[in-house]
Structure formats: C-alpha cells, structure tokens
C-alpha cells in the first residue's frame, strides 16, 4: 500500500517461503535518509525488524530508490481504525493501551 513515504509491498522469499514486507522509498537528495541507519541499530520486540536493504534505480535518469525489506505485519494502526470507524465504534480500551504502549 502507499504511505506518508513510500510504497510498501507484500512478496515472498524464495529460498525460504517468508512473507517479508519491501518499503520502496525515494531518495531526495536534498535530504539526509537515516531511516536504514536506524534500523540497523534498532533491535526491540515492539518494532518491526530489518531483515535487508538494497537501492534500485527510477525511471528517470536521476532517481534512486531505497528498498527496506523487513518483517511483515498484517495489520496496520491505521487499518485497525478504519475497521472501527467503519463500523460506527469505538476501538477497544485494551487495543489503545496496546498500541499506545508500543508507540
């Protein structure tokens, strides 16, 4: 799906059947990325693992991308409360406290 700042895509690893999740991000070079940089130093169990990272060039001459393949979640925050919202409810007490925890 499309993010704040990038495309994310679900696929598979071949030699090993893992469902990973690939973050394709567009490199400004007006601006410093630290985001790789962070998450190789970033070990926790509430944050969605690294697991590789490789570049990719755009379509244009001058584009670059970087594509941050880390652990596949299959829910998001923001689906959660599009679910609830849809539905005309308000999300579980619990959920909140589990996902402000975690932030």
Do not use: W
Not at 13 to 39: H, S
Not at 55 to 72: A, I
């Amino acid at each position: 799906g499309n993010g704040s700042f990038g495309i994310v895509y679900q696929a598979t690893v071949v030699e090993t059947g893992e469902t990973v999740a690939i973050k394709k991000v567009f490199q400004d070079k007006r601006y410093k990325n630290r985001e790789l940089q962070i998450m190789k130093e970033l070990h926790h169990p509430c944050i969605v693992g690294l697991k590789h990272a490789f570049y990719t060039s755009g379509d244009k001459p001058d584009e670059l991308f970087l594509n941050v393949v880390m652990e596949f979640m299959s829910e998001t925050v923001y689906r959660v409360m599009k679910h609830y919202a849809k539905m005309k409810q308000q999300m579980p007490m619990l959920f909140v406290k589990l996902y402000t925890y975690q932030l």
